[in-house]
């Protein structure tokens, strides 16, 4: 079992920034890879980001690239994401999500899932 916690977020005018976290625990995540998605209220889940804990490939939503960034802490178990030029539309529950096999932009292909951070952006 692999316990995800997320932390970071909450309201950031547009334009603002913020960080999220991810801490993992409970394996060792050598072949892991870590998701992030979001869902807006209505609508479905979505990716965002993910990485490879071995090798740090990354892979991001069209929607998002340029603005957001995905790294990890390999010594920390934990995975981040830099919300940078933030807009209204990336108002979102975020969710962290780890599997341990290489993984895609699908949320059912996640095994592990945390709670969720909640972002707001006012305009």
């Known amino acids: 079992q692999v316990q995800l916690v997320e932390s970071g977020g909450g309201w950031v005018q547009a334009g603002g920034s913020s960080r999220l976290s991810c801490v993992a625990s409970?394996?060792?995540?050598?072949?892991?890879?870590m998701g992030w998605f979001r869902q807006a209220p209505g609508l479905e889940r979505e990716f965002v980001a993910r990485?490879?804990?071995?090798?740090?490939?990354?892979d991001y939503a069209d929607s998002i690239k340029g603005r957001f960034t995905i790294s990890r802490d390999n010594a920390k178990n934990t995975v981040y994401l830099q919300l940078n030029r933030l807009k209204s539309e990336d108002t979102a529950v975020y969710y962290c999500?780890?599997?341990?096999?290489?993984?895609?932009?699908?949320?059912?292909?996640?095994?592990?899932w945390g709670q969720g951070t909640q972002v707001t952006v006012s305009s």
């Open positions: 999500a780890a599997r341990s096999s290489v993984a895609g932009k699908e949320a059912s292909e996640y095994d592990y």
């Open positions: 990485i490879s804990w071995i090798g740090g490939r990354t």
């Open positions: 409970g394996r060792t995540l050598s072949s892991y890879y």
